[in-house]
Structures are given as C-alpha cells and as structure tokens.
C-alpha cells in the first residue's frame, strides 16, 4: 500500500494514476476527502499533514510514501509513519530550497527535507525547478484578447511536466535504486515566458502576443491568489533569472529510461485547457 500526499494537487494527482497503472495499491491523503475526486479503487481518506494527529490511520500497512512539503506538522507525520512500518519516503522538494531569493518558499522546503532526512526513513528527495503547470495561469488571457501578461519576459527556466515529476516519484517509491539520493529535475530546454508564450500559440493555432508586466503590477495582481511573502519570493527568484544560465537536466530520463516532455507536447496535452 502507498500514500500519496499532495494527492489533489498537479503533481499528486499524477502519481496516484501511474502508481495505479503499476498494479499497487494506493491511498490518498486530502483535507476535504469528499471533493478529491481520485479514481475509483483509490482509499482517499481525510488528515492534514500540519496535524499529524489527524493521519494516523492513514499511515496503516503503508510502505511507500509520497510527501508534499506542508511545513510544520512533518517531523511528527514521520515519526507515525517509521513507527507504522513504513520503508520508503518520497519528498516533493524545490531546486529553490534554501535559496535567498524564494525567501519564505526556500526556507520552507529546507525545514521538510530536513525533516525527511532526520526521519530515519529511507529516502528520496525530488528538487523541480518551475513547472510546466504553472502556464495554465495564462489561460483566460488566452481565451480572452490572447494577449498573456507577465513579469520578466527574459526570465529562464527549464520548466518541467508535472507529469514527468510524478513519474521520477513513483519509480524512486517502487524501487530502491534512489534511496538517499536528492534529485535535481528538470525539463529538456531553457525557456524564457515570451518564447513559451510563443510556442503556445504555435500549439493552440492562435496569435499570442506577450506584454511584460512589472514586478508592481505582477505583485498586485498574484497577491489576490498567494500570500504576499511568497509572491514577494517568487518575483525575487524570477528576476535573478533574467537572462540566466538555466540548466537543463539527464535526471527523468535516467530514471524512467524516457526523454522528458516537451513544452511543446505538455501544450498539446493540455489543449484544452485553453479553449
Ligand atoms: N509550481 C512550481 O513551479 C514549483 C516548482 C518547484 C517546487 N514546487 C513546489 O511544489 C509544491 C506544489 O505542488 P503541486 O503543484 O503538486 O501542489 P498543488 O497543486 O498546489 O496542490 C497542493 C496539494 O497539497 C495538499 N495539501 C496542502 N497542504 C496540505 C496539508 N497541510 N495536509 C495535507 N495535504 C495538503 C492539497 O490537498 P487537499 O486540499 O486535498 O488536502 C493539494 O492536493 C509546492 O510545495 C511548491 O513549492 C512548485
């Protein structure tokens, strides 16, 4: 049996599917079981990672684990889980973790692989730099006048699918070649938002223009979804990124023996998302 955390989320809800698809058995964590909306066969079951009180029976003959990074409850989540039997601890990290730019967001990822590594559990942590996933912000500017704004039009990462995530966790949880290794993920280019913008519209057949925004307008517009200590560390990490070096990573094909998707066929795939 595996738990998945997270399991609602992008990254999650993927790792539930491809777990499935390897014939194990899957439980799935959520603070509102009754809209998770998981496939059927999946046990969903209510708990918060920040009470770990909440979860116990949820760890229950549970081998594998998939952790989101929930700062504050973790140390006392994985002390239930060691004494529950579990064998293996797969982290969804950050490559911003500790960094000074992300702030907050960094800090927090450090104090949950801190947790994990202190857990005496085996383990695996996944360090993704920027997600494809994030773009579907960009949908209603694409529904609406196609025109997408944003903040740092030359900002560069290599943005990676949520799906590609999911499937390095599930191969670090079904075998352990990857116990103790902390994974810098990627995807396969380098991308600035104009040329991803760019791509987009090549995908969906649509003319796209890109408008920067400022980091003023960015903030107010971001601090309607996020608190403003985050969004503050994001727009810090996206303008050190101007014009950067992004590296671009062998890790998900080394893993899961498949080149990692294309911002192109990610675009594809989700279509429809934005129509
Ligand atoms: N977006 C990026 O570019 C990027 C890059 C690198 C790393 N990351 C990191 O990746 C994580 C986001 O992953 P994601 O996009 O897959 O998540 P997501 O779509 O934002 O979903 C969050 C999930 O976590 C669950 N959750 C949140 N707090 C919880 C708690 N206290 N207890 C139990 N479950 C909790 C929620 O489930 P319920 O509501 O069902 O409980 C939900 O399924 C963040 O930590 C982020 O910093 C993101």
Not at 147 to 160: E, Y
Not at 236 to 244: G, H, M, P, Q, T
Not at 250 to 272: F, I, K
Request: charged share 25%; proline share 7%.
């Amino acid at each position: 049996m595996f738990l998945v955390t997270g399991a609602t989320g992008n990254v999650g809800r993927q790792v539930v599917e491809l777990l499935l698809d390897a014939g194990a058995r899957v439980r799935a964590l959520s603070r509102r079981p009754e809209t998770a909306g998981l496939p059927d066969g999946v046990e969903v079951v209510a708990g918060d990672l920040q009470r770990p009180e909440s979860a116990g029976s949820a760890l229950e003959g549970v081998q594998g684990l998939f952790l989101f990074p929930a700062p504050g409850g973790l140390d006392g989540f994985l002390r239930a889980a060691k004494k529950a039997g579990a064998e293996r601890v797969v982290l969804l990290s950050a490559s911003a973790v500790g960094s000074e730019e992300a702030g907050p967001l960094g800090r927090a990822h450090a104090e949950c692989e801190r947790a994990v590594r202190a857990s005496e559990l085996p383990w695996t942590v996944l360090r993704p730099g920027a997600f494809m996933v994030n773009d579907l912000r960009w949908a209603p500017a694409v529904r609406g006048d196609g025109v997408v704004r944003a903040p740092f039009g030359r900002a560069v990462t290599s943005p990676i699918d949520e799906r590609d995530i999911a499937a390095v966790a599930t191969r670090a949880l079904l075998d352990d070649a990857h116990t103790g290794a902390t994974l810098e993920l990627s995807g396969p280019q380098a991308l600035t938002p104009v040329e991803r913008v760019r791509i987009l519209g090549e995908v969906l057949g649509r003319e796209l223009r890109f408008e920067e925004q400022s980091p003023e307008q960015a903030r107010a517009e971001w601090t309607k979804h996020a608190p403003a200590e985050i969004v503050d560390g994001s727009l810090s990490l996206y303008a050190s990124l101007v014009d950067a070096e992004s590296p671009v990573l062998d890790t998900v094909e080394r893993v899961t023996g498949r080149p990692p998707t294309r911002y192109a066929q990610w675009a594809a795939r989700h279509a429809a998302d934005f129509v």
